[in-house]
């Protein structure tokens, strides 16, 4: 019983102590034997240290279909755009100044100039990426890797996930439009940043948040994001480098339209 319920209660309640006074408030009313010294206590602490895990093995495998209901009841408009342009912090004018807001300098990323570079020339360290010109580069990894990586794939991730991705690749969506999707997402995790790709999509980046993986996946993938984010290592386009593909015959930069401090 206490084993489930503490799972429950220690994915929406990030203290300890609220969280163990509500499970206590539950039992009040069973007829749940009396506990042994400071079980609940544990529990939670095992709890948050489960949920802390982004390799544990209740990791979300099934893809969802896009809910083409949900979708169109939450697009946005340009109302929408206004309040995102309102609430931004003052934005990173630079990729090198955009990747110190994003990482700590001893953690390892990959960064492309083109989609298909052998992944073991492009890993550095973000501290050895920030003293670079990153314009001409168009692609970065969104979670830190192991030091020496034996290939830009998830079973390289260092354990130490910091982010969560959304894109809708899909042209028909205004950009106005994919901000309410974005907008949507805000209840499970908290935002840090918008880039354009710059093309038709906005690259949308949350705070990693223990045990909100599989809500964030399932939601983001019902409002048509792509499924190749559930990969923690899935390439994404790198804030103010510069856009490069096949059949377009002008490149383009990829600016940052949303950035948050914290």
């Known amino acids: 019983v206490l084993t489930p319920l503490s799972l429950i209660v220690c994915k929406y309640v990030e203290e300890t102590e609220k969280a163990v006074e509500l499970i206590h408030e539950v039992l009040a009313h069973s007829n749940y034997r009396d506990e042994q010294t400071n079980e609940v206590k544990k529990l939670v602490a095992s709890g948050y240290d489960y949920l802390a895990n982004p390799n544990r093995s209740a990791v979300k495998k099934k893809r969802e279909a896009v809910d083409t209901a949900l979708q169109k009841n939450h697009v946005g408009d340009e109302n929408t755009y206004e309040a995102f342009m309102l609430a931004s912090d003052p934005i990173p004018m630079t990729g090198a100044e955009a990747i110190g807001g994003l990482f700590e300098d001893s953690d390892t990323i990959f960064i492309q100039p083109e989609l298909f570079s052998k992944p073991l020339e492009c890993f550095k360290t973000a501290g050895e990426w920030k003293a670079m010109d990153l314009k001409p580069y168009q692609y970065m ?6 030091n020496n990586p034996t290939g830009r794939n998830e079973q390289n991730l260092n354990g130490q996930r910091k982010y969560l991705l959304h894109e809708v690749d899909d042209k028909s969506i205004s950009f106005e439009q994919q ?34 993986r599989d809500d964030f996946l399932t939601l983001s993938q019902k ?26 015959p002008l490149s383009a930069e990829q600016p940052i339209l949303f950035w948050k401090n914290h």
């Not at 974005?182 to 223990?210: C, D, N, R």
Request: a positive charge.
């Open 179 to 212: 901000l309410g999707l974005i907008k949507q997402l805000e209840s499970i995790v908290p935002l840090k940043m918008i880039v354009s790709s710059g093309g038709k999509s906005l690259h949308a980046w949350f705070h990693w948040k223990p045990g909100r």
């Open 223 to 248: 409002l048509g994001g792509d499924v190749r984010f559930a990969n923690g290592s899935q390439l994404c386009r790198l804030p103010w480098g510069t856009r490069r593909k096949k059949g377009e």
């Open 141 to 146: 990894t969104h979670n830190p890797s192991v």
